[in-house]
């Protein structure tokens, strides 16, 4: 696969992102060597296997990493005061 | 703040987030998070893009996230809250939660015998001072830079309202990013689609203690506009957490802090 197809084909992958229902804008998708790397942080695990099984789909054939964190639902542990 | 969570001083408690994406597959994430917050904060204010796609059934999950949580709660909306078009269903469906929705509006809400103003709006991108499109050419993008100008103009309006209401503390929200600290971390490339150098003049303009934004979810929190004020991107994935917490000192009626900024800026203007 040429480079220039491989470019074109992690273009539609992030257009289907925002587009399908994870709308998901907040994910980086960039190229690696040989392989495409995923991160970012997204609201749930659901979610987070809803984007690799687009991956899956759209970058076939090109190896595909990953870094998604699921976001922290956790209270603060302390404030930051604004002197 | 004493061990049991008590105010101490003059200060607002301002609890703060965006982004949280919420869809029905993920009902009742936050609500234990966010029902601490009566020991620890004086208000909740939310940085936009509550929904996934801006239908009424994810506003109705923000909705009973956020209903009845014992410290009022106030809120812009976003760009993916206004995805389907239906952003003004969204804002009754969190309305009728008892969710403050500002745009280009202010809201005066007392805390420990002063008050607190928060202005509100979405904002738009359109870049940063140097970098930035401009009102030119084709109708479309002329009116790309108007829709960003008109939301500037509603965030200046809406904090120079609070002027003359005596507060302790004047916090601007919007979604969109005001400065470009807070975007660190993400491509340099897409800066002018994460915020306006307009909203800040605004903020610088009229007078803020606190800017909160969210919207850049690969950013870093902390920024200051040129005039001084302190700028927090509160997109939860920046956050990583349920919400963040700033405890800000109130002025006493009649001493506003903040009133040089205004000067400075109007001179580097």
Same mark, same amino acid.
């Given at each position: ?83 | ?53 801006? /239908? =009424?059934? #994810?506003? &109705?999950? +923000?909705?009973?996230? %956020?209903?009845?949580?014992? *410290?009022? @709660?106030?809120? !812009?909306? $976003? ?20 969710? /403050? =929705?500002? #745009?280009? &509006?202010? +809201?005066?809400?007392? %805390?420990?015998?002063?008050? *607190?103003? @928060?202005?509100? !709006?979405? $904002? ?43 507060? $302790? ?101």
């Amino acid at each position: 696969m040429s480079a220039g197809e491989s470019e074109y084909r992690i273009a539609r992958f992030r257009d289907r992102l925002a587009r399908e229902d994870t709308a998901e804008l907040g994910v980086r998708v960039e190229v690696r060597g040989e392989a495409v790397l995923l991160t970012g942080t997204v609201p749930t695990a659901a979610g987070r296997d809803e984007i690799l099984r687009i991956a899956e789909v759209e970058l076939g054939g090109i190896p595909v990493r990953h870094d998604l964190l699921v976001a922290c639902a956790d209270p603060p542990d302390r404030p930051e005061e604004l002197l | 703040m004493t061990a049991t969570g008590e105010r101490n001083g003059a200060m607002v408690r301002v609890a703060a987030v965006g982004d949280i994406h919420l869809s029905p597959d993920c009902r009742g994430l936050l609500r234990p998070s966010f029902e601490t917050l009566p020991l620890c904060a004086d208000l909740l204010l939310l940085a936009g893009d509550l929904t996934r796609h801006g /239908t =009424v059934p #994810e506003a &109705e999950v +923000v909705a009973a996230e %956020v209903r009845d949580l014992g *410290v009022p @709660v106030v809120a !812009v909306l $976003g760009n993916h809250d206004y995805h389907s078009e239906q952003e003004a269903d969204v804002t009754r469906v969190l309305s009728d939660a008892g969710v /403050t =929705v500002l #745009e280009g &509006e202010s +809201v005066i809400l007392p %805390v420990g015998g002063a008050k *607190v103003g @928060v202005a509100g !709006v979405k $904002g738009f991108c359109g870049g940063f001072a140097g970098r930035s499109a401009g009102e030119f050419g084709e109708r479309e993008m002329k009116e790309f830079v108007r829709t960003t100008r008109r939301g500037a103009e509603g965030l200046h309006r809406a904090l120079a309202g609070l002027a003359d209401g005596d507060c $302790g503390a004047r916090i601007a929200l919007t979604h969109f990013a005001p400065v470009p600290d807070t975007l660190a971390g993400e491509p340099v490339e897409i800066y002018p689609f994460l915020g306006s150098y307009l909203l800040a003049e605004a903020i610088d303009e009229a007078g803020a203690d606190l800017a909160l934004h969210g919207h850049a979810h690969l950013g870093t929190e902390h920024g200051m506009t040129a005039g001084g004020v302190r700028v927090r991107n509160v997109a939860q994935p920046v956050i990583r957490k349920a919400f963040a917490l700033y405890h800000l000192p109130l002025a006493r009626p009649g001493e506003r802090r903040g009133e040089s900024r205004e000067t400075v800026t109007r001179t580097s203007a």
